[in-house]
T-cell receptor
Framework: AQTVTQSQPEMSVQEAETVTLSCTYD???????LFWYKQPPSRQMILVIRQEAYKQQNATENRFSVNFQKAAKSFSLKISDSQLGDAAMYFCAYRSPTGTASKLTFGTGTRLQVTL | EAQVTQNPRYLITVTGKKLTVTCSQNMNHEYMSWYRQDPGLGLRQIYY???????DKGDVPEGYKVSRKEKRNFPLILESPSPNQTSLYFC???????????FGAGTRLSVL
């Protein structure tokens, strides 16, 4: 079974600075999908960014980018120019292309605090 | 507007009193899932459905039931709730050819 590990329960960043959230995963599959979700105090799950394992190029969405290291099974999220609205819980998630077709395996989350 | 709608958003109940949390999506998605979120554990899948009348267990199915009689609806049933089912619950759906899951707004359940 796949597992996802987020080793940083909490992180803090100053406004306008850059922060990197770590995520590692364990899998024997060669093809899969990785995601970062943001959960603000409203509890809504918001997709931040996604990466297909077969793509070598790191995904980027505005101020959010990933560092995908397939061999190391690492999928970190970089937030540039941090804003107060980035304060939230961030979850890393894995999805297999086969088997339980819709299952996302989540990490335990990293709570990001943004300070002035 | 494309959305996944869960009801109720908040629910306080007592041990043993049957309850149903409804989930409805308006995107004609084949795949639907239920997750529970607990502190320090992230989200874990309870049940999922790949289409009408096709359901299967996820990682933590004990104490829950689901049904998929219509494509748009996927209710979560707790026939005899217990305090360890106090949690935040999410419904999610996805089109079979797409990569993105759409989540409902969550249901905060407290079982006393």
């Amino acid at each position: 079974a796949q597992t996802v590990t987020q080793s940083q329960p909490e992180m803090s960043v100053q406004e306008a600075e850059t922060v990197t959230l770590s995520c590692t995963y364990d899998t024997s599959e060669s093809d899969y999908y990785l995601f970062w979700y943001k959960q603000p105090p409203s509890r809504q799950m918001i997709l931040v960014i996604r990466q297909e394992a077969y793509k070598q190029q790191n995904a980027t969405e505005n101020r959010f980018s990933v560092n995908f290291q397939k061999a190391a099974k690492s999928f970190s999220l970089k937030i540039s120019d941090s804003q107060l609205g980035d304060a939230a819980m961030y979850f890393c998630a894995y999805r297999s292309p086969t088997g339980t077709a819709s299952k996302l395996t989540f990490g335990t989350g990293t709570r990001l605090q943004v300070t002035l | 507007e494309a959305q996944v709608t869960q009801n109720p958003r908040y629910l306080i109940t007592v041990t043993g009193k049957k309850l149903t949390v409804t989930c409805s999506q308006n995107m004609n998605h084949e795949y639907m899932s239920w997750y529970r979120q607990d502190p320090g554990l992230g989200l874990r899948q309870i049940y999922y459905s790949m289409n009408v009348e096709v359901t299967d267990k996820g990682d933590v199915p004990e104490g829950y039931k689901v049904s998929r009689k219509e494509k748009r609806n996927f209710p979560l049933i707790l026939e005899s709730p217990s305090p360890n089912q106090t949690s935040l619950y999410f419904c999610a759906s996805r089109w079979q050819g797409a990569n993105i899951q759409y989540f409902g707004a969550g249901t905060r359940l407290s079982v006393l």
